[in-house]
């Protein structure tokens, strides 16, 4: 099949994708700054929940190119990649490797964020459900992580600006129009309007749990008790 125009990337995996950028820069930049902006990492960190919730849904029911099976990084497909053997769209197998990486370390990183604390004023939103020296510790597990999360980061931006200027391929322009050029393959097809719908109530319902709201108030602070005057 020859070189043509190709549509890969739906209109949900863009918006998942510059989205989740979004967030995680903004979770990035406020729990680095702490103090009252720990409040708005907090709400980063729940956004980055409903994300990644869409996201393992759309991996599923999502378009051809979005799907989980159709870029899986197999040993295969890797060696067949480092062999120069490799055809397809979407992500080949070195950048699914980091796409996978990252969706997994986000999800460390949340689940730890959701109940750890910072010793001043902020608490995860399901802090109360684990002790607090639990707490604590996956508190400096979170923050021992996010070094890790930098370096994947900064991987990625890197093979980005690797594609585009030494092999003259862009990356970025697909994850905005959609659209490849000088691609060989077929169009993406599914995941349609029922498709997105379930995704979006997975990703809504997950927000939900992970924000605490459905934990019972805590009991309120016994009163002092006056001691008579003699």
Avoid: C
């Amino acid at each position: 099949m020859g070189e043509q125009r190709v549509f890969v990337w739906d209109l949900p995996t863009r918006l998942f994708h510059w989205l989740l950028a979004a967030a995680v820069t903004g979770a990035v930049v406020t729990g680095l700054q702490g103090g009252a902006l720990m409040d708005w990492h907090g709400r980063f960190g729940l956004s980055i929940v409903g994300l990644l919730a869409f996201r393992l849904v759309w991996g599923f029911v999502g378009s051809t190119y979005a799907r989980f099976i159709q870029f899986f990084p197999t040993p295969g497909k890797v060696a067949a990649y480092w062999r120069g053997q490799w055809r397809g769209e979407g992500h080949n197998p070195l950048g699914a490797l980091s796409v996978f990486g990252l969706l997994a370390l986000l999800a460390v990183q949340v689940a730890s964020g959701l109940v750890g604390n910072d010793d001043i004023v902020f608490s995860g939103p399901l802090a109360d459900l684990v002790t607090k020296d639990i707490s604590n510790r996956l508190t400096g597990f979170h923050q021992l992580l996010s070094n890790a999360l930098y370096a994947l980061v900064a991987l990625h931006v890197a093979a980005v600006l690797f594609y585009t200027r030494r092999k003259k391929r862009s990356l970025i322009r697909p994850m905005i129009t959609g659209w490849k050029d000088n691609a060989q393959g077929e169009s993406a097809r599914g995941g349609g309007i029922v498709a997105f719908a379930v995704a979006v109530v997975v990703a809504a319902s997950a927000v939900y749990g992970a924000s605490g709201v459905w934990l019972p108030a805590p009991p309120p602070a016994p009163k002092a008790v006056e001691t008579p005057n003699f």
